[in-house]
């Protein structure tokens, strides 16, 4: 078995759910947005893209669990006032991306996995690549993300967490308007 194998194996284990608790309570303290020297989950990572080199940055980011809910009005007698539920058709993983674009505007999002959760909070790993990197334009690989039409990519839906949320890991029967968009469809994902 390879290295990663053996990594991700281990990740499953009672073992590393006791180290990452008690990697929480560290955690708990850090800013919401902070960028990390080495991957949490490096098996994880890897398989998304990640390498160890100029250029690519990983991001730990931390989000509340909560339902997401419109705030309780408590003046006024309207009907609609008492309207709590908030739809938002997005999940966790696409808003983490998305929050850690927003504090590393130079850069563009690779990818993201979910490293951990408890009782409040849930955290992801985002990987980022700095598209103007000599290292990068040079990697044939990675070089594709330096074009123009990979601009902004995360809030367009176009990462594997965007394409999750818009419904498009389906295909055939029952998601005939899933395509090119809900929105062309003029209808709603619920």
């Given at each position: 078995?390879?290295?990663y194998?053996?990594?991700?194996?281990?990740?499953?284990?009672?073992d590393?759910?006791?180290?990452?608790?008690?990697?929480?309570?560290l955690?708990?303290?850090?800013?919401?947005?902070?960028?990390?020297?080495?991957?949490?989950?490096?098996?994880?990572?890897?398989?998304l893209?990640?390498?160890?080199?100029?250029g690519?940055?990983?991001?730990?980011?931390?989000?509340?669990?909560?339902?997401?809910?419109?705030?309780?009005?408590?003046k006024?007698?309207?009907?609609?006032?008492?309207?709590?539920?908030?739809?938002?058709?997005?999940?966790?993983?696409?808003?983490?991306?998305?929050?850690?674009?927003?504090?590393?505007?130079?850069?563009?999002?690779?990818?993201?996995?979910?490293?951990f959760?408890?009782?409040?909070?849930?955290?992801?790993?985002?990987?980022?690549?700095?598209?103007?990197?000599?290292?990068?334009?040079k990697?044939?690989?990675?070089?594709?993300?330096?074009?123009?039409?990979h601009?902004?990519?995360?809030?367009?839906?176009?990462?594997?967490?965007?394409?999750r949320?818009r419904?498009?890991?389906?295909k055939?029967?029952?998601?005939?308007?899933?395509?090119?968009?809900l929105?062309?469809?003029?209808?709603?994902?619920?």
């Amino acid at each position: 078995m390879s290295l990663y194998k053996h990594l991700s194996e281990f990740y499953n284990t009672e073992d590393s759910r006791r180290l990452f608790k008690e990697r929480l309570i560290l955690w708990r303290k850090e800013p919401v947005v902070l960028k990390v020297e080495h991957p949490s989950r490096l098996d994880r990572a890897r398989s998304l893209g990640y390498k160890a080199k100029q250029g690519i940055v990983v991001v730990r980011v931390r989000l509340k669990r909560s339902k997401r809910l419109r705030p309780l009005i408590k003046k006024g007698r309207r009907s609609k006032h008492r309207r709590r539920k908030k739809i938002v058709n997005k999940n966790y993983g696409l808003i983490a991306e998305e929050r850690a674009a927003r504090k590393f505007t130079n850069m563009e999002v690779l990818n993201s996995y979910y490293v951990f959760e408890d009782g409040k909070y849930k955290w992801f790993e985002v990987i980022f690549v700095d598209k103007n990197h000599p290292g990068i334009k040079k990697d044939k690989n990675l070089n594709w993300i330096s074009k123009p039409q990979h601009n902004r990519r995360v809030f367009r839906g176009l990462t594997s967490a965007g394409k999750r949320s818009r419904g498009l890991r389906k295909k055939g029967k029952g998601a005939e308007k899933i395509r090119p968009s809900l929105a062309s469809h003029k209808r709603l994902a619920h």
